[in-house]
């Protein structure tokens, strides 16, 4: 009796392992939050991210001072808006641009970060101000 319940659980088990399989990929195949964000601001893989390591990588490629269209060529450059879960916009007319490194929803994680920059232009167009924040999501 034992030995031909024996290949039906085999059976029943191979035909989970593709199941099994494509929720490992959606756990682990879609890009990170971190990815994209490594990926946009060329954050090297051998540094950690935080915000404080982002904003060291925006600086070293955007130093205070830049000009705005220097900025926005930057960010378009690296794909922001056409990576998917990034986007910018203005937060204020041509003074607080925004971008958002947004979570990936088919990544399956319990804890998940997003990340928001903003880079604020003084009067004559240039970058004054440089900030990072992380928002946690999940339990």
């Known amino acids: 009796m034992s030995l031909s319940r024996r290949p039906r659980w085999k059976a029943k088990a191979a035909a989970l392992v593709p199941l099994f399989g494509t929720l490992l990929c959606a756990m682990g195949c879609a890009p990170s939050t971190e990815a994209r964000l490594r990926e946009v601001f060329a954050i090297s893989r051998s540094v950690r991210v935080d915000t404080a390591t982002a904003r060291a990588a925006i600086l070293r490629d955007l130093p205070l001072g830049t000009q705005r269209d220097s900025v926005l060529q930057l960010l378009r450059s690296r794909g922001v808006g056409r990576i998917a879960h990034t986007s910018l916009?203005?937060?204020?007319?041509?003074?607080?641009?925004?971008?958002?490194?947004?979570?990936?929803?088919?990544?399956?994680?319990?804890?998940?970060?997003?990340?928001?920059?903003?880079?604020?232009f003084d009067r004559e167009h240039r970058l004054r101000v440089v900030e990072v924040s992380e928002a946690l999501t999940g339990p």
Not at 92 to 113: C, E, M, Y
């Open 89 to 120: 916009h203005w937060s204020k007319p041509d003074s607080v641009l925004v971008v958002n490194v947004s979570l990936d929803p088919r990544h399956l994680a319990i804890v998940q970060a997003e990340y928001g920059v903003g880079f604020t």
